[in-house]
C-alpha cells in the first residue's frame, strides 16, 4: 500500500486508542508549558492533545504523508504545533528539550539493538539534564503469545480490514499483515495492502541501553504506570530521566 492510502486509514485503526490514559501519563510526569518533542506522532492526534494542555509541541515522524495529514488536523483545529520530517535513529537539531514521549509502541518499529540504542543517544542529546523521556513498547508476552498468528478484522459500512500478525524471523518480532477494503462511491471496493513489522526486548535490556545512554531514575511500569509489570501484561511502560 502506498503510504498516502495507509495515512488516510491510520485514524480508522486508531479509533479506540487510549489517547487520554497515554495523556494522564504524561501530564504525570512533564514540566508544565514545557518543550516537548512527540517523536513517532502519526497522523498527530495526541501531539494536539499535548499542545492544547500547554507545552510547547513538536511532532516528528518518519513518514511524510503521516505528517501531511497532521498539518491538516492542526490549521484545522486552530492549533499551533511544528511537524518535522525525521528519522528517529538520526533525530537532530533539538537542544534543551524538557520531556521527549514516543507513545503506541512507536519504538518498537526499530529493528535492530544498534538502532534503538542509536536512538536513545540522540534522545539523551535533545534533552536538557533533568528532561523526562517517556515511551512504551509491546511486552514479550504480547509478541510470542498475542501476536502469534492471529487475526483481527472489521466489517465497516465503508471501510474493512482483516489484519493478520504472524512470527517474524528475529526474536520477540512480529510481521503484520493488513488487507484494507475501502468502499468507493460508485459501490466498487479498492483492496489495499500495507506490512508493518515490529519487535521488542526485555524490559531490563530497555533499562540497560537508557542508563548507557546517559539517563537515570528509570521507573517500568505497566498499565499507564498504575502497576508493577506483571507476566502478562501487554504493553510495558517507561520514564527516564536524562542526567
Known sequence: MKQDHFASLYDFLME???????????????????????????????????????????????????????EGKAREAGVDVDFILQDMRELQGFQQLDGITIFCDGLNYLRQQKDVKQTFFHLATALKTGGVLLFDVHSCFKLEYIFDHQ????????????????????????????????????????????????????????????????????EITADFGEKDVEEEDDRIFFKAVKK
Request: proline share 3%.
Open 16 to 70: 479506540d486508542a487510549p489517547y487520554e490514559s497515554w495523556l494522564s501519563f504524561a501530564e504525570r510526569y512533564l514540566v508544565k508549558q514545557g518543550r516537548v518533542l512527540d517523536l513517532a506522532c502519526g497522523t498527530g492526534t495526541f501531539s494536539l492533545m499535548l499542545a492544547r494542555q500547554g507545552f510547547d509541541l513538536t511532532g516528528v515522524d518518519i513518514s511524510a504523508d503521516m505528517l501531511t495529514v497532521a
Open 151 to 218: 487475526l483481527y478484522g472489521e466489517n465497516g459500512e465503508t471501510l474493512s480490514y482483516l489484519w493478520f500478525s504472524d512470527p517474524a524471523d528475529e526474536p520477540l518480532s512480529v510481521q503484520h499483515t493488513l488487507t484494507f477494503f475501502n468502499k468507493k462511491e460508485n459501490g466498487d471496493y479498492e483492496r489495499m495492502d500495507e506490512e508493518q513489522y515490529q519487535r521488542t526486548f526485555e524490559p531490563h535490556v530497555y533499562k540497560q541501553w537508557l542508563e548507557d545512554a546517559g539517563f537515570h531514575n528509570i
